[in-house]
């Protein structure tokens, strides 16, 4: 079974119990040059002067909407902390008709609540999720209403379900080529999410493949010989939600219930990343890091806020 979490609480769970795809070529923004860092340029530290006090008290958004932090862990520690290596705001609107799902790079250089600026990820390490949810909403201004963490077992699950994916790869390696390519298990499917000293974008080529899979989860699922065998639907649903701990108000069954919803019923489900800059360095010179965009970032969180992404 799942567990519940709560995103302003100390971030330890308790056990408890569609439409089209809009296809993008690119998921992320592109950089000129080989996608390395500039050492020339540094991070900068300019951010809203008001995050840190939206991180507790962010504006109110649209009534019916819900913005779900969805974290997925990874299997190893830093400093004995686990380490949130997929992070994705996922945006439903008032009619629950659609879902956006907004991927954030890990190595967005952002204010943590009582840590100063450091990578997006470290929130996570050093406060588990109620610290990333506050970090979210003190960058954005938008109310993070439920969190789901998962892993990449569940993952994995997921892919084996389904019989394999088919994806776009926008990020060559030697192992997977560029266009379009299949990952037959759950196993190949993680090697490729997992990919990242070999891609020109590093760590961003790494976020372009996991959404470029997410994509492709979706379309099998929705596919006219998954959606229409209840058995099929089922199992992939138990296998998405297996390992998930979820915050208070929401519950892996409920989940299991919109995706239901996606699968069978109709929606839509589209993709975007966070407004980013270049990827440059740390003030301090030592870290690479994803520069964000503070304009696009908080227009962002305006569209989410009034339910118009």
């Known amino acids: 079974d799942g567990g519940t979490e709560s995103p302003t609480g100390d971030g330890k769970g308790s056990g408890t119990d569609g439409g089209g795809t809009e296809k993008a070529s690119r998921y992320l923004k592109d950089v000129t040059g080989d996608g390395k860092p500039d050492k020339g340029a540094k991070g900068t530290v300019t951010a809203p002067s008001d995050s840190a006090e939206k991180a507790q008290n962010p504006s109110r958004g649209a009534e019916g909407t819900r913005n779900i932090l969805i974290v997925g862990e990874d299997d190893g520690r830093s400093n004995g902390a686990v380490r949130s290596d997929v992070m994705i705001l996922a945006h439903m609107n008032a009619s629950g008709s659609k879902v956006t799902l907004v991927h954030f790079p890990r190595d967005l250089w952002v204010p943590i609540p009582g840590h100063g600026f450091d990578k997006l990820n470290y929130a996570y390490s050093a406060g588990g999720a109620p610290l990333l949810a506050q970090t979210f909403q003190g960058a954005l201004d938008v109310p993070v209403t439920d969190v789901v963490v998962t892993d990449f077992e569940s993952f994995s699950s997921t892919v084996d379900a389904l019989g ?146």
């Open 164 to 309: 394999g994916v088919t994806v776009r790869n926008p990020q060559p390696s030697p192992e997977f080529p560029e266009g379009t390519v299949r990952l037959d298990d759950g196993a190949e499917a993680l090697r490729f999410v997992r990919e990242r000293k070999t891609l020109k974008l590093g760590d961003m080529g790494r976020g372009e493949r996991q959404m470029a899979v997410l994509s492709g989860v979706f379309d099998a699922a929705r596919s006219a010989e998954v959606a229409r065998n209840p058995n099929k639907v089922q199992r992939i649903l138990d296998a998405s939600t297996r390992n998930v701990r979820v915050s208070a108000g929401l519950s892996p069954k409920e989940i299991r219930g919109i995706g239901r919803r996606f699968i069978t019923g109709g929606g839509t489900v589209t993709y975007q990343t966070a407004p980013w800059a270049s990827i440059g360095w740390s003030p301090d010179g030592r870290q690479s890091i994803v520069v964000p965009d503070w304009a696009g970032i908080r227009a962002l969180g305006e569209k989410v806020r009034n339910d118009s992404l």
